[in-house]
């Protein structure tokens, strides 16, 4: 007889539960015995909500498995999955809140690319001009939350081409994106092409996630910005199209009403787009939270 059921002890789909968090009551690192925590807590709920049969709880895994092996160094398929299921936006937003009149951050999404290339202002992001799409023109000025310029901030800017798709989607090396830097004044201006709207990729596990749940895969017209400078907030953002396509349906949830301006055609041919980035100080948070901790 085994030694524990001599102990008059049973299994009981009601203990298991407890019995689980019972067996990483030990664990060193606080943090990660509270993720752990609720981790299985939730997911334990989950299993009880739903009730899976052993071939769906099967076919859960084979989904995530397969969304594991479409991961490669230029596609990444766990922060699309990420990204549809709300839970990037959800993640930034409890981690970015943009108070004191700065700019709203929205996801990263998965076409960033390190060490793109450094342009000086004014320069064009475009290789291959008009077959990359409309010429477009944006400029404006990054400053902090009372007005100040911020001189020699970083604008990491990354967008897709008029075909809907990222450099890395086609062997485009490092086309369509630079990192430009703001002038003594915190100015900034360089040449894109005017952002379109553009499935993500849906040719994988994810896609079919989108069309079993009755979902389009598309994102509205944007240009990405991961903005940085010593002593600020890291600002990760897009600027979205005004009047274009699929605002209110983004398939990353990532629209933001702050976030989408104007495009503006002129005469010459030349699409200009302005905005004004206001950093938050990085301490913004920390005061705030001592304050907090002060009020309690
Ligand atoms: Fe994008």
Known sequence: MPAKASRGKTFSEKKLTAEVLGRIRKTRDARLKRVMTSFIEHLHS?????????AEWMS???FL???????????????????????????????????????QSTVLGPFHREQAPEYPLGAD??????????????????RDTK??????????IWEGGADGLYD?????????????RTDAQGKFHFRC?????????HDGPVGRMLTATGRHPMRPPHLHFWITAPGYKPLIT?????????????????????????????KDGLTRARYDFVLMSEATGRRKTRAARRRT
Not at 147 to 156: C, N, Q, R
Not at 169 to 179: A, I, S
Not at 251 to 259: D, Q, R, S
């Open 46 to 54: 989950f299993v009880r909500d739903v009730k899976p049969t052993p």
């Open 60 to 62: 859960g895994i084979q």
């Open 65 to 103: 498995t397969e969304t594991g092996h479409w991961c490669t160094g230029k596609r990444q398929e766990y922060i699309l999955m990420s990204d549809t299921l709300g839970v990037s936006m959800l993640v930034d937003a409890l981690n970015y809140a943009a108070g004191e009149g700065a700019t």
């Open 125 to 142: 992001v475009s290789k291959n001009g008009t077959a990359d799409g409309e010429p477009c023109e944006v400029s404006g000025t990054v």
């Open 147 to 156: 007005g100040k310029p911020v001189a020699g901030a970083k604008l990491d």
């Open 168 to 180: 890395s989607q086609k062997g485009d090396d490092m086309n369509l994106r630079g990192v430009f």
């Open 193 to 201: 092409v005017t952002p379109t709207f553009y499935p993500v990729p």
């Open 238 to 266: 897009h600027l979205f199209v005004k009047g274009g396509k699929y605002l209110d349906s983004d398939a990353v949830f990532g629209v933001k009403p702050e976030l989408i301006i104007e495009f503006k055609k002129g």
